[in-house]
């Protein structure tokens, strides 16, 4: 069976021209379709999507034609795709491989799927048919790239590039490196903030496809290279590395996409080792991944020993799976439950054999991002947060790590002689029995970044509430001591712990002249 050719890319600025005037942008099919419809297709349900593009006009022919993968009428694409005043976008488009022709009918030969960026920027991810992540027609399902090995498919964009682009710290940088790029998502983000962007995967055809989405959405070209791991980037170094790898923990490595084909989470655990010698001073590595959770190991300490020497890192578990679950999530994904019962029911147990053999008892999702801090005195923080977080993460991520230089830089007699001022959008709450005199317990909550809460004392909810730039801390304790008849020097003594917490989990901000 012979691979079909990909689109070539000569012909997308006409393109693109084309989608935005008809509208076929995100909030473009978000008008079009509603709210509930346009979730509907993140479910793979296309019945709303369907009903609401029953017109003839150019936005509802390419919401059929692209999203739908449904075939439209040759005149009626030819309209929504005119190519320019001479009209012949069709041929042009059919030429280049982006259509083809079925009788009196046109079909896509790839999903081109509206994307809105970080700065509302029209973008557009080409993947492979039916490989939008809930996509129309499901990965691997009917409607899925035709003539080519389930093992090769680009997906298009799904919640975990989503998550990780939303984690990624957007600071300027010269270099970044996007690793595993599959359709080209991240490094459509990156060429935002970065001059230089290079993009591997083991797959050639993702690098076609990466090649497509960054020309469709009117990106700079990346360096795209092709290879494992960081085999094709050598000994360069990077100022950001992020990767959505293939981080699925499976018995075989059937699929590119998902599966990391080494043992346990290997993959995982080499990208983060090796990350140090690829990064320039000050460097981010981000990405997601699953880890193991081992019977008789503690899986933070197993994830601590993962971070390489003059890295800081913050590492937070999202989910956690047993092994039935998780092997059923990701046979589900490959399509095995419609496979012979017997078939499903032998793949079923080799997952759960392999488990058993490396002494698995659960498996991990969630995040990981160091920097290259170059110090001896790392700090590294291994947290499960199961809880909502505020998306874009980024700039919060960002400052917990300036947090934890501050930190760092200043023992207690320091820290004392430091001003904090409250984070915006923290609030006290009160916790008691109704009609008690005195709260049981002072909560503060924020509604910013990882949105958490911490339970404090009087003094704690008092230096928090006297927090707004202008005074030392040391100079708000003595003013509490005295108001609460204790020590000032024993409230000095007992209080910098309080304080570095508070610090580092967001509720107060450093105040720097």
Known sequence: ????????????????????????????????????????????????????????????????????????????????????????????????????????????????????????????????????????????????????????????????????????????????????????????????????????????????????????????????????????????????????????????????????????????????????????????????????????????ERLASWVPAGCDAWIVQREVQDVTQYAELWLRDGGDHRADPAEYAARYDAWLEEFEQRKVNGVGFGWITLRKSGGDRNAITVEEWPHPVEQPLGPHIAAWFSRQDFLRAHDDAALLGARFRLAPEVVQEQVGLPGAEDPEHVVLRSARGMRRAAVVDTVGAGFAGVCDGTLPAGRILDAIAQLLGEDPVVLRDRTPESIRLLVEQGFLEPVTD
């Open 1 to 300: 069976m012979s691979t079909p050719l990909l689109p070539a890319p000569g012909s997308t600025p006409s393109l693109r021209a084309d989608l935005r005037a008809a509208d076929f942008t995100a909030d473009g099919c978000l008008d079009l379709l509603g709210a509930a419809g346009y979730a509907a297709l993140s479910r793979a349900e296309t019945v709303p999507a369907l009903r609401a593009t029953r017109g003839r006009g150019p936005l509802e022919s390419l919401i059929r034609l692209f999203l739908l993968q449904r075939p439209v009428p040759y005149e009626q694409a030819r309209a929504a795709l005119p190519g320019g005043p001479e009209r012949h976008g069709l041929e042009r488009y059919e030429a280049d491989g982006w259509l083809r022709r079925d009788g009196d009918e046109v079909r896509a030969t790839v999903d081109v799927r509206p994307y809105a960026g970080d700065g509302g920027e029209d973008w557009w991810i080409v993947s492979d048919l039916g490989c939008a992540v809930g996509g129309a027609g499901g990965i691997g399902g009917a409607g899925s790239a035709a003539g080519v090995a389930r093992a090769d498919l680009v997906l298009g964009v799904g919640g975990a590039s989503t998550t990780l682009a939303g984690l990624t710290v957007r600071e300027p940088v010269g270099s970044a490196l996007d690793l595993g790029t599959g359709s080209g998502v991240q490094a459509l983000h990156t060429s935002r903030h970065a001059s230089r962007v290079t993009a591997t995967d083991v797959n050639p055809r993702a690098l076609h496809f990466t090649r497509l989405t960054l020309a469709l959405s009117g990106a700079p070209e990346a360096d795209l290279r092709q290879g494992s791991l960081y085999e094709p980037v050598g000994d360069e170094r990077y100022d950001l590395i992020v990767s959505n790898p293939p981080f699925v923990i499976s018995p075989q490595g059937r699929f590119t996409y998902r599966d990391g084909g080494m043992a346990g989470d290997d993959l995982c655990r080499l990208l983060v080792q090796q990350s140090a010698d690829r990064l320039n001073d000050g460097g981010w590595c981000q990405l997601l991944a699953n880890w193991q959770h081992t019977e008789g190991q503690d899986w933070r």
